[in-house]
């Protein structure tokens, strides 16, 4: 009888086929939950000996054995082995080999269902965990980028075209706040998760006197899941995990792209150093934004991702389907590519350097200051929003026909569009004017900058 036929006892006389050995086997990836299947391991045994289960000389055999194995993995002297599966069969089996039969009771009042699911909970809680981190860090290059350029005027955009004047810490805070909301459902995915699967057993729970309560304290969970049904069953922890990864991802795409085209000599408002730039094998000018663009790419496998383990999980009945061995593939690349992704834009934010010359400029660019304009003549002039706003865009058309700015055409010509005009409006026609005037809470004015900035740090300190 094969070695991966022992695990079924009796049940089955020939081995499985090859091609079945290479289907059914997840040991090449799922030999990353190793340190969470010791932990979750360790946990049980000194549960079944509290509760006379198992001898407390047997769980002391079985505790130790567990940490020399978690030594060989971490040194890379494992003999992991397809045979065996996945990495609960390696572990249980390379433990039996060390401490012998004392390792055959670990896998007392427990099924490899309720095993596996205490693994992966315990792993995505560390990847969430490590993603926060990740987040806070961007936050903080960001504000301390934000900080450097409270004053430094840019034209704010709507459909990439120039709109208003805003300020470069503006900007950069809105991501501050996008970040924020990402780190919030990092959160609450985690409170979510943190009841633990162990002691659901197969599916139906286990005739065992076991305590629940105390493995799920030893493994720093909350409370145990309520329904043993539902604990070897659903991944929408996983799932969870995914749709927040994919939406912080979409946002880590949103500032990649603004660093492409605000690195782009047509723009000018960023460089990127060499150390996140690349050449071109035929072009010798070249500074191509890679590390931006590759992060923007990055964001198709994380949705992508998602959208695999949805598509895995929609048809199951209750409880355990193998499909679900599916479910770490996706999880673990989506982690790994989120991650990299968050502490390379942390990187690129902290290096690149602004050119506020050419920001101001280019925000003189598109007559940003029209609603300023229009502003004036509803509160100097008495007009209503409708009629200021045809008047100004009366004079744009005026300034574009002669090529000039707003605040450059003489007072005696828009007068002759709008009579109660007075030398007075030009103090609103100034780019840097513009953006102080936006006081509103929220806005962009550099003063609101400042508040915005010590809340944010207030808010989002690690």
């Known amino acids: 009888m094969s070695a991966a036929n022992s695990m079924w006892g009796g049940r089955f006389a020939t081995a499985p086929a090859a091609v079945m050995e290479r289907i059914n086997a997840s040991i090449g990836f799922d030999r990353k939950l190793y340190a969470q299947d010791i932990r979750a391991s360790q946990a049980h045994a000194a549960m079944l000996a509290r509760k006379g289960i198992i001898r407390h000389a047997d769980a002391t055999r079985i505790r130790t054995g567990l940490a020399a194995i978690r030594r060989e993995i971490d040194a890379g002297r494992f003999p992991f082995s397809t045979a065996l599966e996945d990495i609960h069969m390696n ?17 007392t009042a427990r099924s490899r269902n309720d095993q596996v699911a205490t ?6 809680r560390d990847a969430l965990d490590q993603t926060a981190r990740a987040i806070a860090g961007l936050q903080s290059a960001l504000m301390a980028k934000a900080e450097r350029h409270v004053d430094t005027v840019m034209p704010g955009f709507t459909h990439l ?12 805070l809105a991501y501050v706040e996008m970040l924020g909301r990402d ?11 943190n009841e633990s699967p162990l002691g659901a057993a197969a599916l139906a729970g286990t005739p065992y006197p076991i305590d629940r309560r105390m493995t799920a304290r030893g493994l720093g969970f909350d409370r145990p899941m309520a329904n043993s049904l539902d604990a070897v069953s659903d991944r929408d922890f996983a799932l969870e995990f995914l749709s927040l990864a994919a939406i912080a991802s979409v946002h880590l795409s949103r500032l990649a792209e603004e660093l492409v085209i605000w690195a782009s000599p047509q723009f000018g408002f960023v460089k990127l150093s060499d150390a996140f730039t690349t050449g071109s094998s035929i072009m010798p000018q070249k500074r191509n934004p890679d590390a931006a663009e590759l992060i923007r790419a990055k964001t198709g496998r994380v949705i992508g991702a998602l959208v695999t383990l949805f598509v895995v999980m929609k048809g199951l009945p209750l409880a355990y389907s193998k499909d679900m061995q599916e479910d770490k593939e996706p999880v673990f690349d989506a982690a790994e590519t989120l991650l990299l992704s968050l502490h390379a834009m942390t990187a690129m934010i902290a290096d690149l350097k602004a050119d506020a010359a050419r920001m101001a400029a280019a925000a003189e660019i598109g007559h940003t200051t029209a609603t300023d304009l229009a502003d004036w003549l509803v509160r100097k002039a008495g007009l209503t929003f409708r009629a200021a706003h045809h008047a100004a865009g009366r004079l744009v058309t005026v300034a574009e026909t002669r090529g000039v700015r707003l605040k450059d055409l003489p007072l005696a010509e828009m007068r002759a569009i709008e009579p109660k005009l007075t030398r007075a409006v030009y103090r609103v026609l100034d780019v840097a004017a513009s953006a102080a005037s936006r006081r509103s809470e929220g806005g962009t004015a550099p003063k609101r900058v400042r508040a915005a900035l010590a809340d944010a740090k207030r808010r989002f300190a690690p």
Request: aromatic fraction near 6%.
């Open 183 to 193: 780190r919030s459902r990092v959160a609450d995915a985690r409170r979510r998760l």
């Open 91 to 107: 572990v249980e089996a390379r433990l039996t080999s060390r401490i012998g039969d004392a390792g055959k009771r670990l896998h």
């Open 119 to 124: 693994d992966f909970r315990l792993w995505v």
């Open 161 to 172: 075209q120039n709109a208003q004047p805003v300020t470069f810490g503006h900007h950069l």
